[in-house]
């Protein structure tokens, strides 16, 4: 093993992949699904002590927001994020690049990086791949992102095509500075790992020539990012489909920013590792919770006296004690509680998925699991 880790494939099912990463924080098993935790904490009033409890194995972050507001140095001076949010696990933070690259009238791209406005006050902030790269060491976490750009899927081919080449450029400007930062004295994490990240819109050739490129490099892990931005399934599938077999097998694969159950179905089947969404965290606030049969809105009326937790069978803590019905007056007084017991109960569900998804894969059994989710979700509650 490394210093930094090491990615064992276990086993495969056509192109679905069953993996175990160890890192300096602890090992993980694949598939897996991110919890989402932007600012250090997932939206929703879930702690560290909550996200152990409903089988979470990696939390995210955001450089970008961390930066913003407490601060990376800061946190650096306070031990690191792990330390400063009670978390012992693993995290993973996301380079800033897409937060930065949404905030379309805030900011100028050049070739050393993006100068834009933060979005809480205002003020001028530069970052390129030197800063984010320096601003996740801050973080201390397990993986970091490389700095690129995400331009809208659709945008015209010759601007994603120069997009792409700056982004290849960029990262190995990351890789250079993260190999500097770890060597540094006082590191939070000298050990931190570095995911390339593929991009390329819609167009097949351009991502498959990337993939190509940044395989090359000497990284601990591939992401596929740019997707689920305005394009079809179908376009996101077939993307997939095209860029992940260029990708190393040996190394985990991770699907940035997806998605619903059913995309991530899809792409264990294509032999994504890692995934992320909001969408649990979310749909949870606003009282949609995912079950086995579908996804419900607990604030409808047909709810009122239904005295079933939100799953039968379910484990989470919504479900081991609560109902329907009395989840759906939290909701309607607008007490936290309310939304509390979704997200819980929703991330509970996604983790649960992957753990079920593995052992699938296990068993050799994983594309009939999948017909009989899918099959499941699609015709809803008996």
Not at 112 to 129: K, N
């Given at each position: 093993m490394s210093e930094k880790g090491t990615y064992r494939l276990l086993k495969t099912e056509g192109r679905a992949k069953r993996g175990e990463l160890t890192t300096v924080h602890g090992t993980v098993?694949?598939?897996?699904?991110?919890n989402v935790?932007?600012?250090?904490?997932?939206?929703?009033?879930?702690?560290?002590?909550?996200?152990?409890?409903?089988?979470?194995?990696?939390?995210?972050?955001?450089?970008?927001?961390?930066?913003?507001?407490?601060?990376?140095?800061?946190?650096?001076?306070?031990?690191?994020l792990r330390r400063f949010m009670g978390w012992d696990g693993p995290i993973l933070t996301d380079s800033g690049g897409f937060q930065v690259f949404s905030l379309a009238s805030l900011r100028k791209i050049k070739e050393?990086?993006?100068?834009?406005?933060?979005?809480?006050?205002?003020?001028?902030?530069?970052?390129?791949?030197e800063q984010s790269m320096q601003i996740q060491s801050n973080l201390g976490s397990t993986i970091a992102m490389a700095f690129d750009e995400c331009p809208p899927s659709k945008a015209e081919k010759k601007y994603i095509d120069l997009s792409v080449d700056r982004t290849t450029r960029w990262l190995e400007r990351c890789r250079a500075e993260m190999d500097r930062l770890n060597a540094a004295e006082g590191t939070v994490n000298p050990n931190q790992m570095l995911f390339g990240i593929n991009q390329g819109g819609i167009y097949e050739d351009i991502r498959v020539r990337h993939a190509r490129q940044i395989r090359e490099m000497d990284l601990d892990g591939f992401a596929v990012g740019g997707l689920a931005v305005g394009e079809s399934h179908e376009e996101m599938y077939h993307i997939l489909d095209c860029v992940v077999p260029e990708l190393p097998q040996d190394?985990?694969?991770y699907l940035m920013g997806v998605g619903t159950p059913a995309n991530i179905l899809e792409g264990v089947e294509r032999g994504i590792d890692f995934f992320d969404c909001v969408y649990p965290s979310r749909n949870g606030r606003h009282g949609h919770v995912y079950t086995k049969h579908g996804k419900l809105n607990l604030n409808n009326a047909c709810y009122a006296k239904d005295m079933?937790?939100?799953?039968?069978?379910?484990?989470?803590?919504?479900?081991?004690?609560?109902?329907?019905?009395?989840?759906?007056?939290?909701?309607?007084?607008?007490?936290?509680l309310g939304l509390r017991l979704c997200v819980l109960h929703n991330l509970y569900f996604y983790n649960h998925m992957m753990e079920e998804i593995r052992e699938a894969l296990d068993e050799g059994r994983f594309a009939a699991y999948k017909k009989d989710l899918l099959q499941s979700m699609e015709e809803g509650e008996p």
């Open positions: 098993q694949t598939p897996l699904f991110m935790g932007t600012v250090g904490a997932i939206k929703g009033a879930v702690s560290a002590d909550d996200l152990s409890q409903i089988g979470c194995q990696i939390e995210l972050s955001n450089t970008y927001h961390l930066h913003v507001r407490t601060g990376d140095q800061t946190i650096r001076e306070l031990g690191g050393e990086g993006v100068t834009f406005r933060s979005h809480i006050d205002g003020h001028p902030i530069f970052m390129g791949p190394k985990p694969t079933r937790p939100i799953e039968e069978g379910c484990q989470c803590p919504a479900c081991r004690r609560y109902s329907r019905a009395y989840i759906r007056h939290l909701h309607k007084a607008g007490e936290m």
